[in-house]
C-alpha cells in the first residue's frame, strides 16, 4: 500500500523557516500511481483538532491553503521524487503542532480536489508524523 514518510521538522525560533518534506512510495497502488493523487498536509497539537494546512493535487497542481498560513507556507510536489514540500516561513509560536501529510483520491471536479483533501478529512493514507517546534 501507499506509504508516507515525513521528515524536516525541528525547533527554530520565531520568524524562522522550516522545509518539511513527505516522501510517498508503494505506487502503483490498486492501478494508480503518485499523480493520481492529492497530497495534503495536516497539523496536530495534543488535545486539540487535527487541521488542514495545505494539500495539492499533483496531477495539475491546483492548490488549497488554511487562511492562516497563506503568504508564509508553500506547497510543492515533484512527481519525478515522488515528494511533496511544505516550505514554512515566518513561523510564530502557534505554528507549534506535530505535522502530517496524507494522501488520498477525493472524489470532486478537477480543480476541485486539493480542496476536497484539506476541507474533508484528509485522505486514506497518512504517515506518522514530524514535530514542529517554534520558539518564542
Known amino acids: 500500500e501507499v506509504q508516507l514518510v515525513e521528515s524536516g521538522g525541528g525547533l527554530v525560533q520565531t520568524g524562522g523557516s522550516l522545509r518539511l518534506s513527505c516522501a510517498a512510495s508503494?505506487?502503483?497502488?490498486?492501478?494508480?500511481?503518485?499523480?493520481?493523487?492529492?497530497i495534503g498536509w495536516f497539523r496536530q497539537v495534543p488535545g486539540k483538532e487535527r487541521e488542514e494546512i495545505s494539500c495539492?493535487?499533483?496531477?495539475?497542481?491546483?492548490?488549497y491553503y488554511l487562511d492562516s498560513v497563506k503568504g508564509r507556507f508553500t506547497i510543492a510536489t515533484d512527481n519525478a521524487k515522488n515528494t511533496v514540500y511544505l516550505q514554512m516561513s515566518n513561523l510564530k509560536p502557534e505554528d507549534t503542532a506535530i505535522y502530517y501529510c496524507?494522501?488520498?483520491?477525493?472524489?470532486?471536479?478537477?480543480?476541485?480536489?486539493?480542496?476536497?483533501?484539506?476541507?474533508?478529512?484528509?485522505?486514506?493514507?497518512w504517515g506518522q508524523g514530524t514535530q514542529v517546534t517554534i520558539s518564542s
Open positions: 508503494g505506487f502503483p497502488f490498486d492501478g494508480h500511481t503518485f499523480d493520481d493523487y492529492a
Open positions: 496524507t494522501a488520498g483520491r477525493p472524489l470532486a471536479p478537477r480543480g476541485l480536489i486539493a480542496d476536497m483533501l484539506c476541507r474533508g478529512p484528509g485522505g486514506n493514507f
Open positions: 495539492i493535487n499533483t496531477s495539475d497542481g491546483s492548490l
